[in-house]
């Protein structure tokens, strides 16, 4: 990445301010991948508290993940929460992927992955082609404990917004940046307190425009 020297000096000062701000997060276990990738897939698009809903509501109404895999579109949509393109889209990438599971594994597992090795494992995630680099990541970091930095896409635009990434750096050449900056030791802190301030910004940006349409309702 251009400037890389500059960039890696800003984003260390940010990075101490997070630590200083926030407490360091636990880190979740997943003893089973497939379900690093579950979570990875329905949080992408949504914050971890409605992630967090989400997932229970999940384990709460399917009889596991094979009756997830069978269900239909619309079931699914409903389970997640409100019909919305992204919603239906993870929907359809969550029964995408299980079924690729269940035709390579003969079963709806990825404990097979934990054996293979962090390099293989991400080549066996990659090549079936179903989920997104970010469910992937995610999977890597909390489940292989590889050294991955997941970024949503409210986190780029946290970084890009905060002047810590070149602004002409695609989401490559980020990732790897980060890799560089950030040690496998840190990784999941350093992803989870840049997501926890993505989140907490987009929310204040929809209380503004609330208050804001409120406002203007009461003058009508």
């Known amino acids: 990445m251009k400037d890389s020297r500059e960039y890696a000096r800003k ?3 940010f990075y101490r301010s997070l630590k200083r701000k926030y407490a360091r997060p636990e880190c979740p276990v997943y003893d089973d991948p497939i379900d690093a990738i579950i979570y990875g897939t329905i949080s992408e698009k949504i914050t971890c508290r409605a992630a967090d809903a989400a997932m229970r509501r999940c384990q709460g109404y399917f009889v596991g993940l094979n009756d997830l895999r069978v269900s239909r579109t619309e079931e699914i949509v409903d389970v997640l929460g409100e019909d919305t393109p992204d919603t239906r889209d993870t929907a359809l990438t969550l029964t995408r992927f299980l079924y690729s599971i269940f035709d390579r594994y003969n079963a709806v597992s990825l404990k097979a992955l934990k ?26 970091l909390t489940s292989l404990q590889a050294h991955a930095i997941p970024l949503t896409r ?31 030791e840190d990784a999941y802190q350093f ?17 503004k425009a609330a208050a804001k349409t409120k406002k203007k309702a009461k003058k009508k």
């Open 11 to 13: 984003l260390r000062k």
């Open 115 to 140: 054996k293979a090795g962090k390099k293989p494992a991400r080549q066996i995630l990659e090549k079936l082609n179903v989920v997104t680099d970010f469910a992937i990541d995610y999977c890597m």
């Open 154 to 184: 409210r986190m780029i635009e946290c970084l890009s917004s905060d002047d810590l990434v070149h602004p002409d750096a695609d989401e490559q050449q980020i990732k790897g940046f980060l890799a560089r900056q950030v040690s496998a």
């Open 191 to 207: 992803y989870a307190l840049l997501r926890t301030v993505s989140e907490a910004r987009r929310t204040r940006k929809r209380q």
